[in-house]
Nanobody, 121 residues
Framework: QVQLVESGGGLVQAGGSLRLSCAAS????????MGWFRQAPGKEREFVAA???????QYGDSVKGRFTISRDNAKNTVYLQMSSLKPEDTAVYYC???????????????WGQGTQVTVSS
């Protein structure tokens, strides 16, 4: 079992930056692949970024070049550094953990509660 808690969301102006954190419980964090997803009102959950246990990384097309995912296994934490934010980045952001390194939500069995990010124009 893995429990995940996100933090760092908030209100920011377009062009600004935010860093999200996701703290994981358990002693096996380093063996999990970690992903960030987001969901805006009325839209499906969208893949944002993922980092594998071996530090491979994938990004969604809409965030490439603006967002950076990283992990600190010593702190059981995964981060999402978001820069050049746009109003269309407004969503609830979720972190998730999986034994699989994939860019779709289905294979992720463990999810955090989400943190709201709002980007004003």
């Amino acid at each position: 079992q893995v429990q995940l808690v996100e933090s760092g969301g908030g209100l920011v102006q377009a062009g600004g930056s935010l860093r999200l954190s996701c703290a994981a419980s358990g002693r096996t964090f380093s063996s999990y692949n970690m992903g960030w997803f987001r969901q805006a009102p009325g839209k499906e959950r969208e893949f944002v970024a993922a980092t594998s246990w071996s530090h491979s990384i994938q990004y969604g097309d809409s965030v490439k070049g603006r967002f950076t995912i990283s992990r600190d296994n010593a702190k059981n934490t995964v981060y999402l550094q978001m820069s050049s934010l746009k109003p269309e980045d407004t969503a609830v952001y979720y972190c998730a953990a999986s034994r699989l390194f994939v860019v779709i939500a289905g294979p992720y069995p463990y999810w955090g509660q989400g943190t709201q990010v709002t980007v004003s124009s």
